[in-house]
């Protein structure tokens, strides 16, 4: 075989020195090329690892709080209808009670009126039947005192 490999042109000092070359090269590549490379691989997979369950963690946050927002804003809305319904509510009591303290304002009114007006009449028939029972006299007087002559 011997014979075989040297027809060939095979040398074993020559194989050998080539398997110890391509052993220190070996050696040499996995400790300062091979190693640094593959460590800087996993530490740039471990960031990317991160990374993508930061991203997660951050659109369950905004999710979240996308949906606190929602409800918060659903709340604000129904408390200020609520608010508006109840002011609306008491704006017409108000003015309820405002109409119905003007009406009894007008009806005191009108009554302190008719009795102004009544007063004004009594006083007008008082000074009238003064006035004709004066004239009534005088007229007496006037025709007693023609009578008398």
Do not use: C
Request: charged residues 35%; glycine residues 4%; proline residues 1%.
């Amino acid at each position: 075989m011997s014979e075989i490999l040297g027809k060939i042109g095979f040398d074993w000092h020559v194989a050998l020195a080539n398997l110890v070359n391509f052993l220190i090269i070996l050696f040499v590549l996995k400790r300062y090329a091979f190693k640094p490379i593959s460590k800087m691989i996993k530490d740039r997979q471990e960031i990317m690892v991160k990374g993508i369950q930061d991203a997660k963690e951050n659109a369950l946050l905004l999710k979240s709080a996308k949906e606190e927002y929602e409800k918060t804003l659903s709340k604000a809305r129904i408390e200020a209808n609520e608010i508006f319904e109840k002011n609306k509510k008491e704006n017409e009591k108000r003015k309820t009670e405002m109409m119905e303290q003007t009406q009894k304002e007008m009806v005191v009114t009108i009554e302190n009126g008719k009795k102004a007006l009544e007063s004004e009449k009594i006083k007008m028939l008082n000074e009238v039947k003064n006035e004709v029972a004066g004239l009534v006299l005088q007229a007496t007087e006037k025709v007693m005192g023609e009578k008398n002559k």
